[in-house]
């Protein structure tokens, strides 16, 4: 029988986070804080450097924990050193912002503060938001020991984004915002680190097409696209290459994503089409309009010209189509978002448009289906497997999908399929 449960110990999630000296720093703040109120037990090291952009009681304050500071490091208060214990002590490790000081220090593999004591005491995951200049940043020097850095599997980093500068300057070297690196903390305590998704490419679908019958006016669902972002986020931490395929969406797309927005499902079937033979895991989580107007006016229709009845006819079954598409490597996935009896909908769908796995969503359920941060589900596929999911977030959803396609496929291997 497939399980979903990951060998977790019963207790909070420890995140150790590291601060380095970079006008970046004051962002922390905002991330330590929400680690808190999510429930995860934090600990902060702060660099000398650090110290000259923030205060360890500040750090103190929203940790709910003394901040440590290398002064902390060189006096024996301790009853074992204190970069064993934190080392030991750590889930994960972050270190944000990263600057180019101590990046050349982790690269080289040097130690001569708490900080980087603690990351070569430690045998954790270790997240890195790089944030510096936009001509530190592309150094020659600098992008070869953040190259060598993530030849280490241990190492897991963030993408710098583009923008203004605390020098004025427009360009790269823009530290991750604090939602995102709070994305790859969650992403990250869920899977350990493990990479399972390294040279998978994955194709998703996102939020809800619109089909207009003039400039203004359009058929469409409230979809928001939010469990298709998830999924994209836990994809692309897990290791893989993602193309994300999405309706209008009020998010900001993951770096590190390829994105390619749509209106239509005729649009979002030709984007899917052209893909699909170079993925390996495709998902349709997208809300895709059932029919569309028969007719189209290209001005907008007065009020008093509006038909009293509007001819319809349906729009492409991407999904069916796709399954015809897909090679015996491939894994098809699809969502049935329904009300009252989820199960047998589902199964219909699973087995008539020949998926491999569908999820099937209750949208008539409190914080659950459109809209809403959390979801629950059912999994089913087409080896008979079956396993609910409990309410929780669209990202742990996303998640427990992942680690559900890779059971099966580790199951169909057993039964030589």
């Known amino acids: 029988m497939l399980s979903l449960q990951r060998q977790t110990p019963n207790r ?4 150790l986070i590291g601060i380095g000296g970079g006008i970046a720093a004051y962002k922390v703040c905002e991330l330590v804080s929400t680690l808190f109120k999510t429930g995860v037990e934090i600990r902060v090291i702060l660099t000398q450097s650090a110290q000259q952009f923030i205060t360890p009681l500040t750090l103190a304050t929203l940790s709910r924990h003394t901040a440590y500071t290398d002064d902390d490091f060189w006096q024996a208060t301790h009853s074992r050193p204190l970069h064993i214990e934190l080392g030991e002590w750590a889930d994960l490790l972050v270190i944000a912002p990263l600057t180019a000081h101590t990046l050349a220090k982790l690269a080289c593999g040097m130690a001569d503060n708490l900080l980087t004591n603690t990351v070569l005491a430690s045998t954790c995951p270790v997240l890195l938001a790089p944030a510096m200049n936009t ?72 939020g809800g097409t619109r089909e207009y019958f003039d400039p203004v006016r359009f058929i469409g669902n409230p979809s928001t696209g939010k469990m298709g972002l998830a999924l994209a986020q836990a994809a692309l931490h897990r290791g893989a290459n993602v193309t994300l395929v999405h309706g209008l969406a009020s998010w900001s797309v993951p770096l590190g994503v390829e994105a ?84 047998t909908p589902a199964m219909d769908k699973l087995q008539n448009k020949h998926l491999d796995m569908i999820v099937a969503n209750p949208i008539d359920k409190p914080d659950s289906g459109f809209g809403s941060d959390n979801n629950q589900a059912v999994f089913l596929d087409k080896l008979g497997n079956k396993r609910e999911i409990a309410s929780c977030s669209k990202l742990q959803m996303a998640h427990y999908l992942f680690d559900f396609v890779g059971l099966v496929h580790a199951e169909a291997q057993r039964r030589g399929e």
């Open 260 to 343: 390619i927005p749509v209106v239509s499902a005729a649009q979002m079937q030709e984007v899917m089409q052209s893909y699909v033979h170079n993925s390996d895991i495709i998902i349709m989580s997208a809300a895709v309009a059932d029919v569309k107007p028969r007719d189209y006016s290209t001005e907008k229709l007065p009020k008093r010209s509006l038909p009293q009845s509007l001819p319809l006819e349906p729009v492409p079954d991407i999904i069916a189509q796709l399954a015809q598409l897909k090679q015996p490597h491939q894994f098809l996935v699809g969502f049935a978002a329904q009300t009252g009896n989820i199960i």
């Open 12 to 15: 909070k999630k420890r995140v």
């Open 135 to 206: 001509d530190m940043w592309l150094q020659l020097a600098v992008q070869r020991n953040w190259q060598q850095l993530l030849t280490d599997s241990r190492y897991h980093g963030m993408m710098t984004a583009s923008g203004l500068l605390a020098c004025d300057r427009i360009g790269a070297g823009r530290m991750a915002e604090p939602p995102e690196i709070l994305t790859y903390i969650q992403s990250l305590l869920h899977s350990g680190g493990e990479r399972d998704l390294t040279g998978q490419r994955v194709l998703i679908s996102a």
